[in-house]
């Protein structure tokens, strides 16, 4: 089991816009820096978001980060079947020996 | 250009070790917090391990007494000596480059090297 929760999936449609929450407490979400990672089969994982809502540079701007008490969120505009994959959360956890701690992963399907 | 390529992975069974590796280029691995993510079949990612710039290094409970992390800064390689290995530890392992600005995140990580413990 997870530390931090996200939905399993998420859907839309081509064009649309999705959100993937990722709920915490406060030894992680709620006091650390969120980052957020794209997984596709047999690609190294992509960093999407660092520091709650920073993108690096040759991520698009539909990817966007928020983060509010305890809950972060992944928001992403502009559908593409390409977006098509699995999305973590991930921040430190304070707590004495958790280090760093991720969600359980959301699939998101473009219908 | 950051690259990061793990070997290593393969099939061995319970009780076992095994070596991984993580070959970096583009960036010296001396003084870089370097880490190993998991992800086992069909699950989420679980961090494994950290090796600070020191070289005093951090382990998930999971994993601690019986994984070493380590680095060769001559080759410019990261390592996992992964010892007793148990039918829980098969999965894809990634060695991931941490950065730090406000926050700590993993800013390049390697495409992955499955390990599968089985008899």
């Known amino acids: 089991q997870s530390v931090l929760t996200q939905p399993p999936s998420v859907s839309a449609a081509p064009g649309q816009k999705v959100t993937i929450s990722c709920s915490g407490s406060s030894s992680n979400v709620g006091n650390n820096y969120v980052s957020w990672y794209q997984l596709l089969p047999g690609t190294a994982p992509k960093l999407l978001i660092y520091d709650d809502n920073k993108r690096p540079s040759g991520i698009p701007d539909r990817f966007s980060g928020s983060k509010s008490g305890t809950s972060a969120t992944l928001g992403i505009t502009g559908l593409q079947t390409g977006d098509e994959a699995d999305y973590y959360c991930g921040t430190w956890d304070s707590s004495l020996s958790a280090g760093l701690v991720f969600g359980g992963g959301t699939k998101l399907t473009v219908l | 250009e950051v690259q990061l390529v793990e070997s290593g992975g393969g099939l061995i069974q319970p009780g076992g070790s095994l070596r991984l590796s993580c070959a970096a280029s583009?960036?010296?691995?001396?003084?870089?917090?370097m880490n190993w993510v998991r992800q086992a079949p069909g699950k989420g990612l679980e961090w494994v391990a950290i090796i600070y710039s020191g070289d005093s290094a951090f382990y998930a409970d999971s994993v601690k007494g019986r994984f070493t992390i380590s680095r060769d800064n001559y080759r410019n390689t990261l390592y996992l000596q992964m010892n007793s290995l148990r039918a829980d530890d098969t999965a894809v392992y990634f060695c991931?480059?941490?950065?730090?600005?406000?926050?700590?995140?993993?800013?390049?990580w390697g495409q992955g090297t499955l390990v599968t413990v089985s008899s």
């Open positions: 583009g960036f010296s691995v001396s003084g870089t917090y």
């Open positions: 991931a480059r941490q950065a730090y600005t406000s926050g700590y995140y993993f800013d390049y």
